[in-house]
Structures are given as structure tokens and as C-alpha cells.
């Protein structure tokens, strides 16, 4: 009985909550039930999933669309203005590989302010992504991301620098996303 209720709580999360076509309703469940502060302006779009109540934090104006896996368990801090594309996977937890006991360990995930992650990119535990950074589509992220680097390929390396020019508020909405 122990389990039950988070394990029900995180059951209707991901296989009820994160498929209401409605931002209203799943944000209510995400700050009251799931008790993750999520910023003004913000929003998580369908079918995106939770690994555990708390240890998630969103700021303002920040946007994870669909389908992303969001592995909380370890902790995962993202700022404002933020955009997480499709089906991106943060991961704050794993296992160690030399540990007889295959050893879980929990890594916290901290992504700063403009940054933007394309589609189907993969941070791994541990990293933190500075302010204005950009993660191309498909990267693995397996080192910290120095403020305003746009970082490619796997594993992720810097291709450039960004213009430090940053003044936006992400405000996207879809009606019934």
C-alpha cells in the first residue's frame, strides 16, 4: 500500500492527465497533484511524461511540446524562455555501471534561460545547459553546454557560438495541444 498512491499518481500523470486536450486541466494536476512548480505563460503539451512527483521546476514562458520523457527523479530545473522540442528525453537518473548491486544514482538537470533543444535530443544525468544555449536535433548531450553554444551530433560537441543578443518571450499555445 506504500506504493500505491504514487505509483496511481504517476499512472494517471502519463496515461490520462498528459493526453487532456485541455493546458488548464493538465496544469492543474501538474502544480497542485504533481506539486511542480511551472512558470507563467508556460505549457506542456500531449503526451508528455513524468518520472516521480516534485523535482521538476519550469519557468516563464517556457514550452516542452509533445511526447518528451521527462526523467525527474534526480532533479530537473529548466528556466524561462524555453523551448524543448518534440520528443526530446531528459534523463536525471541512471545506474553505475561498476556497482555490483547495479547502484541507482540520481544526477540533477539544470537548463538555463533561452535555451532551445530540437527535436528528439537526448541530455543525459548531470548536465546542466547554459543561458542561450541551443541543442540541435538528435544530439546526445553527455557534457555540460557552455552559455550561448549551439552544440551537435553524438556525442554533443560546440559548433558555434550564439549571438548573446537574447530579448524574447516564447509564447506558444496550440488550442488542443
Request: aromatic share 10%; net charge positive; proline share 5%.
Amino acid at each position: 500500500m506504500k506504493h500505491f498512491l504514487p505509483e496511481l499518481r504517476i499512472y494517471l500523470c502519463n496515461r490520462w492527465v498528459s493526453r487532456l486536450p485541455s493546458h488548464t486541466l493538465r496544469l492543474w494536476f501538474y502544480r497542485s497533484v504533481m506539486k511542480f512548480p511551472v512558470g507563467r505563460g508556460s505549457a506542456i503539451f500531449l503526451d508528455a511524461t513524468f518520472d516521480c512527483a516534485g523535482n521538476f521546476s519550469l519557468g516563464d514562458h517556457a514550452v516542452i511540446n509533445g511526447k518528451c520523457r521527462i526523467d525527474n527523479k534526480g532533479g530537473i530545473y529548466i528556466g524561462s524562455n524555453v523551448s524543448i522540442s518534440q520528443e526530446v528525453m531528459i534523463l536525471s537518473a541512471d545506474h553505475d555501471p561498476d556497482s555490483p548491486g547495479f547502484t541507482g544514482r540520481n544526477k540533477q538537470v539544470t537548463i538555463g534561460d533561452y535555451v532551445w533543444i530540437g527535436s528528439r535530443a537526448l541530455i543525459m544525468p548531470g548536465i546542466t545547459i547554459g543561458k542561450g544555449a541551443v541543442v540541435a536535433a538528435g544530439a546526445v548531450v553527455t557534457r555540460d553546454v557552455p552559455p550561448f553554444a549551439i552544440v551537435g551530433g553524438v556525442p554533443a560537441r560546440v559548433i558555434r557560438k550564439r549571438s548573446e543578443k537574447l530579448d524574447y518571450t516564447i509564447s506558444y499555445r496550440r488550442l488542443f495541444q
